[in-house]
């Protein structure tokens, strides 16, 4: 029987993500931030320690306490610390983080987040992505003056061959192209297939796309689901962060503030409240809450463009 380890201080969960009770073995901290703490699973995932549920993730465990107490108690962990998952507690060095007093959060968008959602209002959407989207990843895409970067270029060009085949009517083939394009955290490409995947959510839960397909308005069109296992295949391609992300999104989790920016975008009763709800989701990271919004526009102005507005 293996002796249970002592622990010099323990950090009790306010919220733990659906993933993370289910890992066990070792780990290492990567990096550490005064919000958050990322720790690289021995499977290639990332769990990460945060203060607030603006930072959750399936693969995420808050512990608001822990950020409190550290600087005032001297609690330090730095990048090679040594950790150990052990289903219902993860402990680095000595500290004991007890993820069974967590509530679980899943990242699953709902129905209910959709009430109010309008695809006519996609040119508001675009508009404020473009006023508010950070530079660098991939605004290229749809702004003018940000399409001579060459990650712009390359995404584009993979892009175009996407909707050129299959007659237009399935946007995914090709889309593993873009894992692990770009620099940062999370590439840019990662990034933006969480978009995509995101839009492609929004569509099942209005009923206007299921994954093996469905009626649209327009000459009997089909839309066909994303294919997702081509992106599953090349996942080894992107770094950490990135598969991290790309896996949560393939099994239909998705980040709280992407989740949240849907919700803004349903609700919203004006141009400054879409400005604001885009705003915050794109001052995500360097780019990647813009590179994310950039694949839900561009995922839902194409399904626009094939079908109408018809959904």
Not at 38 to 63: E, K, P
Not at 228 to 255: A, C, M, Y
Request: contains cysteine; aromatic residues 8%; proline residues 3%.
């Amino acid at each position: 029987m293996v002796p249970r380890i002592s622990c010099r201080k323990q950090c009790k969960a306010r919220e733990c993500g659906v993933f993370t009770q289910r890992l066990s073995g070792q780990g290492q901290v990567v990096s550490v931030y005064s919000k958050a703490i990322n720790v690289l699973h021995q499977d290639g995932l990332i769990a990460s320690l945060v203060q607030s549920q603006a930072q959750m993730s399936a693969l995420s465990i808050r512990v608001p306490s822990f950020f409190r107490s550290s600087e005032s108690q001297g609690i330090q962990l730095k990048p090679g610390d040594r950790s150990l998952f052990e289903g219902s507690r993860l402990i680095i060095n000595d500290l004991c983080f007890d993820l069974s007093t967590g509530a679980t959060w899943e990242g699953r968008l709902e129905a209910n987040d959709l009430e109010g959602f309008s695809l006519p209002r996609l040119p508001l959407f675009r508009k404020a992505l473009v006023e508010e989207g950070k530079r660098g990843g991939l605004l290229g895409l749809i702004h003018r003056e940000e399409r001579e970067d060459p990650f712009v270029r390359k995404a584009s060009h993979i892009l175009d061959e996407a909707w050129a085949r299959d007659e237009k009517r399935s946007f995914g083939k090709g889309l593993s192209r873009l894992v692990g394009l770009g620099v940062g955290f999370t590439p840019s490409g990662d990034d933006f297939i969480s978009g995509v995947f995101l839009g492609q959510t929004i569509l099942e839960l209005l009923s206007c796309s299921r994954p093996k397909g469905t009626r649209m308005k327009r000459d009997g069109t089909t839309l066909r689901a994303i294919e997702s296992e081509e992106i599953r295949k090349v996942l080894d391609k992107t770094n950490h962060s990135g598969r991290t992300l790309l896996w949560q999104v393939l099994e239909g989790h998705f980040p709280y503030y992407l989740i949240e920016a849907v919700r803004g975008l349903a609700r919203a009763e004006n141009t400054s409240e879409i400005l604001k709800s885009v705003g915050r989701a794109a001052s995500h990271g360097e780019t990647s809450g813009t590179d994310a919004l950039v694949g839900l526009f561009v995922y839902l102005d194409w399904v626009i463009n094939l079908c109408g507005n018809t959904c």
